[in-house]
């Protein structure tokens, strides 16, 4: 059970209840182990005269009948004072039995009481078939006798099971009592067989060792039981047993118990019936006196008890009340208090504070003072907890305000380092443009434009700092872009361009001013798809329409992400969070997410088929227009009219998806002048893979790799084929199987050669990445071929 995490009223409730709860129990403990002896010695009484007086008169007629019984087995005839005394012990049985089945007796009764009640009932239940077993002369004296004791004994149990009075003093004189009955029920025994003995003339075999034991027994069980009495009932009792009746009946027990050869019994029987019968009355008498007198004092023992367990009680239940009290009063202070300083702390921390933060960011001035008033709560702990709650709040919105001062200087170290870099940069790819335009040695030219693709990353990467720092880029479009070349530009700004391929691409065009950030975008994605993926696994780029805008798909064949990894990255993408430093290692996600937010652009991360994972992008509707038509050939164009505004993108991929040109006049297409003795042929590299025709067949200018007169080489028939590398060897064939594909799909018209005027002059550069055009750029950046990658 976690108590840690309960309310305070709770926890408080508790620390009030526990205790109380105790105390409540011990009064009830207490209570009823005194009210429990207090209500047995009341009971005393229930069972004295529903059970012990019913009972002993049985015991009384069942001793009578029994020796009626034996007298009669010792005889030839009935005794018609056998019958009258059956009588007599049957009313006494069902007397006892209606006074046993009340509800007074079972209710005063414990469980071992009742139990030896019901072995009582049971026992005399067998009353009437032992009769008739008598009747038929089925048993002998010893066997009548013995069915008759085994009713006694059973009431005598049950007398016992009465003395359980919680007074010890009472509970002695109790069983001392019920020892003094059974002693009469031995002497009753004894009677039983002299009286056989008596009427036969002589005892039978056994008998006369059963008459000793019964009078040993009976002797020395009375000897312990007056032990156990009272000072006045031991004197009682003397007194008794020094009348004349004791002497004689003494007297003649001891003459029994001397051994007798003849078998006939030494005494009179007249003598010991008179005898007998006085003690017997004198006995009994004695033992309900001493009852009586057991149970007068057991009914003023109780009320004193039950006196002063109502004292008790009472005092007792006003004590637990008044503790109820002062803990709830205290209790409901504590909570309200308590309540007050978490109130408090909930505002600041939900809606104070936040609302301090939002405030400050929106570039607002804000009172320390008035936004953290001071808590006042006594002066108490209670109080000085609520004076310290005080000074965090202070601390609290004092720390946001610094933090916000903080960040939005960090920001702006951002911002300002960032346009600094994208200006670096710019001049930078300038510069490269014009040494690219310039240059004609093919190897420096290749060394160029990986260096532009280097710059073009570069500038990418200044703008995330531009984002970082809450800022939009410096590049835009006025006009819309096609979708297509939208893609490629992405791809240029990627290290691992080589190995992106566009496998379908829907014919579309993107708005002017989302441009710049979808393309950011894109790259971001592809570049996670090429960093998480083997490098000889290649990644795939998709687009097609849909209902809602323009979906586009970039997969990649890596390990993929765990299904947690995906819900964290998805939640990231689609709340676009404040950025955290400590998050750095997902830099590009949120670069991702700012720039989806700007554009209500959609992205999500899903599981891919080939194991990998996919990125879905979804361009809202209105940023989609219809495919922009294509611009001019910049290779017809002269070279001061290449701007570098107007440059197209250059990326390196294979199997591009070719743009969809508008048909238009077939026109002349310069032959380019023949090779010079030694110079490459298509055979020997893959500059010459590319035809006039292939050229032009995706609407791209192709740039043919030369060398120029001074830096060609001059081959005689002794020259060798230069030993190419295994993995040139794949880009060769790769760039001429692309080719040709390109070149079954597409019809192209032939045109009629021109005559050559000499070597042509370069094309506008297209090496592997180049920068975007600036805002205000009518062109979009188109892609260069597998040719100039490869070159």
Known sequence: MRTRDWPIRSKLTALVVAPVTALLALWIFATTLTFGPALDLLSARTLLYDLGRPGEVVVTELQRERRLSVVQLAGTAQLPVL????????????????????????????????????????????????????????????????????????????????????????????????????????????????????????????????????????????????????????????????????????????????????????????????????????????????????????????????????????????????????????????VQRLSGVRTAALELAEHRLPDVVTRLRRGEQVDVAREAPPLEYGYDEIGEVGRAFTEVQRTAVQAAVDEVTLRRGLNEVFLNIARRSQSLVHRQ????????????????????????????????????????????????????????????????????????????????????????????????????????????????????????????????????????????????????????????????????????????????????EQGGVTAVVLIPADLVTAEPPAGPDPATLPAASADPARRLARTARRGAVPRNRPPTAPRAVAAPPAPPTGAPTPAEGPGDAGSAADDELDGLPRRVRRRTPAAQPRSTVTDTPTPRSPEEVRRVMAALQAGTARGRATVITPAAPAAPTGPAAPAAPTGPAAPAAPTGAATPPEPPTATERDA
């Open 429 to 608: 790819l300038h510069l490269l443009d014009r040494m690219e335009r310039r240059a004609e040695d093919p190897d420096e030219l290749a060394e160029l434009f990986q260096v532009d693709h280097l710059a073009t990353r570069l500038r990418r990467h200044a703008e995330d700092l531009v984002i970082l720092a809450g800022s939009a880029p410096g590049r835009g479009w006025r006009n819309p872009v096609a979708m297509v070349d939208l893609i490629r530009g992405a791809i240029s700004e990627v290290e691992a361009y080589d190995r992106v391929d566009i496998t379908a691409a829907q014919p579309a065009g993107v708005l002017g001013r989302a441009v710049g950030d979808v393309i950011h975008l894109l790259a971001e994605l592809v570049e996670n798809a090429t960093a998480f993926s083997p490098p000889d696994t290649r990644v795939t780029v998709t687009g097609e329409q849909v209902a809602n805008g323009y979906a586009l798909q970039i997969t990649d064949q890596g390990l993929g992400m765990s299904a947690t990894a995906l819900e964290t990255a998805n939640t990231r993408l689609a709340s676009s969070p404040e950025f955290d430093p400590a998050q750095s290692a997902r830099l590009g996600l949120f670069v991702v997410a700012r720039l989806a937010a700007r554009h209500g652009v959609r992205v999500q991360l899903r599981p891919s």
């Open 83 to 334: 019958a009258e005394q059956r009588e007599r012990t049957d009313r006494a049985v069902a007397e006892l039995r209606r006074r046993v089945d009340g509800d007074a007796l079972r209710d005063a009764a414990d469980d071992p009481l009742e139990a030896r009640v019901d072995q009582l009932v049971t026992a005399l239940a067998a009353l009437p078939a032992g009769r008739k077993f008598i009747d038929d002369r089925k048993v002998d004296r010893s066997g009548a006798i013995g069915l008759y004791s085994g009713m006694v004994s059973a009431a005598f149990q049950a007398f016992s099971a009465m003395a359980t009075l919680n007074d010890p003093d009472l509970n002695r004189q109790a069983l001392a009592l019920t020892a003094l009955g059974r002693s009469r029920e031995l002497l009753g025994q004894s009677d039983a067989l002299l009286a056989g003995a008596l009427s036969a003339g002589r005892f039978a075999e056994g008998e006369h060792v059963q008459l000793v034991q019964a009078i040993g027994n009976q002797r020395w069980l009375t000897e312990s039981a007056v032990a156990d009495l009272p000072e006045a009932g031991r004197v009682a009792y003397q007194r008794l047993t020094e009348g004349e009746a004791f002497a004689r009946l003494r007297t003649m027990q001891d003459a029994l118990v001397v051994a007798n050869r003849s078998g006939r019994p030494p005494v009179d029987a007249a003598a010991w019936q008179t005898s007998h019968d006085a003690v017997q009355q004198q006995l009994r008498d004695f033992e309900l006196a001493e009852a009586d007198g057991l149970t007068d004092r057991s009914v003023p023992m109780a009320v004193r008890i039950l006196v002063r367990l109502a004292a008790a009680g009472l005092l007792g239940l006003v004590a637990v009340v008044v503790s109820v009290l002062v803990a709830l009063r205290l209790g409901r202070t504590l």
